[in-house]
């Protein structure tokens, strides 16, 4: 069983946690990303299409590193992001993660 948060505890816990260890908050979507991207090669056969749908906040951004790695690996990736206009802004770490792909 998992616990399970509200999204105001993780955007609490997120920060107190890339301090506590030192890294940034873009470093620590970095490693979600890449972590969420490991799960996902053990559930998708290699080369597989993928959707992926991220929205503006900083999940969003691990969903714009787990897109950027999948493509990089050779999956065949979609990418969904709804409207702008709809959403409140990118965070900067997202906004930097989505800058990459």
Sequence with gaps: ???LY???QIKRSEPVAAQTVGISMYELMERAGFAAFERLKQMAEPGAH???CCGSGNNGGD???VARQAAIEG???TL???KFATLP???PPTRSS???I
Excluded: D, N
Aim: zero cysteines.
């Design 75 to 77: 999956y065949s990736v």
């Design 1 to 3: 069983m998992f616990p």
């Design 6 to 8: 509200r999204a105001e």
């Design 89 to 91: 802004p990118m965070t």
């Design 50 to 52: 993928i959707l992926v």
């Design 80 to 82: 969904f992001q709804p």
């Design 63 to 65: 969903g714009f590193v």
């Design 98 to 100: 989505h800058g990459s």
